[in-house]
T-cell receptor, first 113, second 113 residues
């Protein structure tokens, strides 16, 4: 079945370190791919998205590229800040009817000053 | 920010009592969703709606019912609350014109004693 697998956390980094959070998926057809972020006590917020193969989504210094050949959508940031500490969710939405979204389990990121 | 509100934001109730959570949107998005978030389980879909009076079950629908009589409101009812339904509940909305990216409400923390 359709699924999203992301690396287990927590991930702990020092400020200004490079961040990678791995995400792979299995899906029938050609899904849209998303990264959402959840700050403590809040709902999820869309961070970035990519709707077709080779698209790169970017926002707030974060980037992810839709790799169809490796079924991956890894999240990267060149220099993390303490304020990036949050839980990050990879997700896919199937385009067959469109409303079914599958979320990964989430990866908690801690950034130390 | 997308106009999504949830009420109440916090609730403590006793086992066996009925509980209704409300989600209200001002974005006129077609699709609405109810999720629950529990440690170790990520986000799990309870029910969703693809239009007024059109609803369907998600992966963890047992013990829950929903109604959508207006585009802007989506109600989640626990007919007889159990301790296993203690969780944080999130409402989300999406629309096919926006690549189905989801916008989340702030969440309702429900405790069943």
């Amino acid at each position: 079945g359709d699924s999203v697998t992301q690396m287990e956390g927590p991930v702990t980094l020092s400020e200004e370190a490079f961040l990678t959070i791995n995400c792979t998926y299995t899906a029938t057809g050609y899904p849209s791919l998303f990264w959402y972020v959840q700050y403590p006590g809040e709902g999820l917020q869309l961070l970035l998205k990519a709707t077709k193969a080779d698209d790169k989504g970017s926002n707030k210094g974060f980037e992810a590229t839709y790799r169809k050949e490796t079924t991956s959508f890894h999240l990267e940031k060149g220099s993390v800040q303490v304020s990036d500490s949050a839980v990050y969710f990879c997700a896919l939405t199937l385009n067959t009817g469109g409303f079914k979204t599958i979320f990964g389990a989430g990866t908690r990121l801690f950034v130390k000053a | 920010d997308a106009g999504i509100t949830q009420s109440p934001r916090h609730k403590v109730t006793e086992t066996g009592t009925p509980v209704t959570l409300r989600c209200h949107q001002t974005e006129n998005h077609r699709y609405m969703y109810w999720y629950r978030q529990d440690p170790g389980h990520g986000l799990r879909l309870i029910h969703y709606s693809y239009g007024v009076k059109d609803t369907d079950k998600g992966e963890v629908s047992d013990g829950y019912s929903v109604s959508r009589s207006k585009t802007e409101d989506f109600l989640l009812t626990l007919e007889s609350a159990t301790s296993s339904q203690t969780s944080v509940y999130f409402c989300a909305i999406s629309d096919p014109t926006l690549s189905y990216e989801q916008y989340f409400g702030p969440g309702t923390r429900l405790t069943v004693t």
